[in-house]
């Protein structure tokens, strides 16, 4: 970039309607419900969108871990599966594209920063970042159908998000 330049936005590099970027947001937070609730270390309060101009985040996922040795493993589970629900839509839906990926890497920030908090050794976090990604192909599907729900209510807690996904197993 040279001197003067503006730097895009991730919005604008997204380049989504209003409705793709809140199924994109609501699909983030869902799926990080989702992989949260599949260690079975965690009850899910609720996903709630936030969507609002200059809002420091966009949605919310309220996650009550069980406090013992998994804690660490179910959280680094937790914090990649938002991202890697959003690229899984994205690519099932057609709209991925290296620049999406890059702006959805970035819009994530929190989460690697929290992953990056944890101190979990590389090997930890690359098993984490695996069983992740596992659960949200398995559970695209009911990802998508809650992260719907979430777009049209605003709020949705972990036992409608449960109940949708045992409607696939």
Request: aromatic share 8%; net charge negative; charged share 20%.
């Amino acid at each position: 970039m040279t001197r003067g330049e503006r730097q895009q936005t991730i919005g604008e590099v997204l380049a989504f309607t209003d409705v793709q970027y809140r199924v994109y947001t609501a699909v983030h937070e869902v799926g990080h419900a989702v992989t949260a609730l599949s260690t079975g270390n965690c009850s899910v309060d609720a996903c709630e969108l936030t969507i609002a101009p200059g809002a420091a985040t966009d949605g919310r996922t309220d996650i009550f871990w069980v406090p013992d040795h998994t804690a660490q493993r179910t959280q680094l589970i937790f914090l990649h599966g938002g991202l890697l629900a959003q690229e899984q839509w994205m690519s099932e839906t057609g709209l991925w594209t290296p620049e999406r990926s890059w702006a959805a890497r970035s819009g994530a920030r929190h989460d690697f920063a929290a992953i990056q908090k944890l101190a979990a050794h590389e090997s930890t976090v690359r098993k984490a970042y695996d069983d992740s990604r596992e659960v949200v192909v398995l559970n695209c599907r009911g990802i998508v159908e809650a992260a719907q729900l979430l777009c049209d209510a605003g709020r949705i807690t972990g036992q409608e998000i449960c109940d949708l996904l045992n409607k696939y197993t």
